[in-house]
């Protein structure tokens, strides 16, 4: 492979010329310049990004942690950041804490030691403290950790629009089932909100925590049959992602109850699924793609030294289809 | 942040000393390292990956191309690879090709620039040539690329099993949805021995090609409406995908086919959708897990060195759910 110093020697000039070239520094005529350009092409020279990153002192990587990329709300919003990071010249590295802090921390070790130019946060394991001592910039997504800079949507208004729609159309007994409540992530503002909301309308609510484990699908299935079972006149549910809602379809299905004729769906997120399981999900739309881009912009702006806002609050959308 | 010169002079050794321990090189007393790594923990000193990459000449990066990770088959995968790299002490640089050639050749030059330990591949764009001109090792995921080592699940034999099983069930016309035949993949081999079982036992069917864009959600919902109202004798479908067969359930509901009735399905990949609509697809499984593993392993292996097979071919199993 060529080095820096064979295309020194075969464009006749010093080999830090080669590198002002390189790195665009010092003062360089548009001949050289050229000269150099045309001899790295001829002998197919690639510049060692390792030994760039070192004299630049960035890396042009981003580590993304999430809980696992094969659920489908972190896999689309890891294609959303990876191409907006691409856009911006930089690479993903892709970490799943599978919820094991001690994963999530040998992760964080090694960020720290690839000098990432920026660690985008996506899990819900780790105590905070190890995201406030890191030197590279961070963003968290939907979580408020001291006075990171965060994304978030509107979850706030998610809970509403959902408790809005089932109350209009007409439900008198409903089941929210929310993620585990103990984790502190702004997701639980759409249960606060969802329950004053139905408060405010006295309309007859109960409330159901799933696990912290998001894969843990036979949770969902005990949980909604039991669910189904004991309450016959249950006529409404707002789950708080879209995989819920497609297990609580499949067992209205099992259970012979006709949607949205005997009980309504609302889900969350709006992944791709909601159009995929039939009938198609009722849900509340997270801007996913908006907020891979505003995730990568932060990074970018904090690495560049802008001035940039802390809390991120993106709208979210009520999404009709066949659920409700 | 503490430098490799503070840990020295703390230590009250020479910086030499300190990167021999740190690389683990030449001979240093047990009672020296000790107190050099007492000295980096005291002061919380994070040697600099980079340039220790730079000595070691090698990154600990694999990097991965897959068309889109937000699809459900690449974002398992994903999640198995990053797991298996993740206990090789390996991180994962995550690139979307996303259909387009010119982003897949800048992130191999990218990767080249990187030093990745190894390339995974699992993208199906890029003509085969700029594969074969690379450095790295290159594992690919479901393609025969000269005698670049592949891995694949078996590919024959799911086709054939999703045969028999319709013919079992007592199918008369049978359609195949497959991908786009043009594309050289090994996933053509299903179709094949599809068709291939089909016409050994005398069944009627009919394959239809899908678009090479894997996420363009409206040809199917066309391709399949138009397949089921056009023919409305026909009693078995075979996927090549469980997405596609999703959507055939549903197209299923609105017209008021019954399944597995009135009509058995079968999917292909057995991604967790499979059990979160209804009904359940029955499905040809691919060993995602063990697909993840392999192809970390053939990395690593060709990495140290070691004879590896080109062909790694696993096996298929067929899941049978509701669908059929």
Redesign the interface.
């Known amino acids: 492979?060529a080095t820096i110093n064979d295309v020194a020697e075969r464009a006749g000039v010093s080999v830090t010329t080669v590198s002002r070239v390189l790195n665009n520094r010092g003062y360089i005529s548009e001949k050289t310049r050229k000269l150099v350009y045309d001899t790295m092409e001829e002998l197919n020279y690639?510049?060692?990004?390792?030994?760039?990153?070192?004299l630049r002192k960035q890396?042009n990587?981003i580590g993304?942690i999430v809980p696992?990329?094969?659920?489908?709300f972190f896999?689309?919003l890891?294609?959303a950041i990876?191409?907006y990071a691409?856009e911006q010249g930089c690479?993903?590295?892709?970490?799943?804490s599978?919820l094991d802090p001690k994963?999530e921390r040998e992760y964080i070790?090694?960020m720290?030691?690839?000098?990432v130019d920026g660690i985008i946060m996506g899990s819900h394991t780790l105590e905070v403290e190890e995201y406030t001592q890191l030197?590279s910039p961070v963003v968290t997504i939907d979580r408020k950790i001291a006075d990171l800079p965060y994304v978030a949507s509107d979850n706030e208004l998610g809970g509403r629009l959902a408790a809005e729609l089932l109350i209009a159309k007409g439900c008198k007994k409903v089941a929210h089932l929310c993620g585990h409540l103990e984790l502190d992530l702004l997701a639980n503002l759409r249960t606060t909100s969802f329950e004053h909301t139905m408060r405010e309308h006295g309309v007859e609510f109960m409330t159901l925590q799933t696990s912290m484990d998001v894969f843990d699908?036979h949770q969902y299935e005990t949980m909604i049959s039991d669910l189904l079972s004991r309450h016959h006149d249950i006529d409404g549910i707002f789950a708080t992602s879209d995989?819920i809602a497609?297990?609580v379809?499949?067992w209205c299905?099992?259970l012979g109850r006709k949607i949205p004729r005997d009980i309504k769906i609302i889900g969350y997120d709006d992944v791709?699924?909601t159009?995929?399981?039939?009938?198609?999900i009722t849900t509340i739309k997270q801007p996913i793609t908006d907020m891979g881009r505003m995730a990568v912009e932060l990074v970018r702006k904090q690495m560049d030294g802008e001035r940039i806002e802390q809390q991120n609050k993106l709208r979210v959308q009520l999404v009709e289809r066949e659920t409700t």
């Open positions: 492979m690639q510049p060692n990004e390792i030994a760039r990153s070192l890396s990587l993304l696992n990329v094969a659920h489908p896999a689309e890891a294609s990876e191409f691409y690479k993903l590295l892709l970490c799943n599978q994963k070790d090694m720290k030691r690839h000098r030197n699908q995989i497609a297990f379809i499949k299905h099992k791709n699924i159009s995929w399981v039939s009938p198609s």
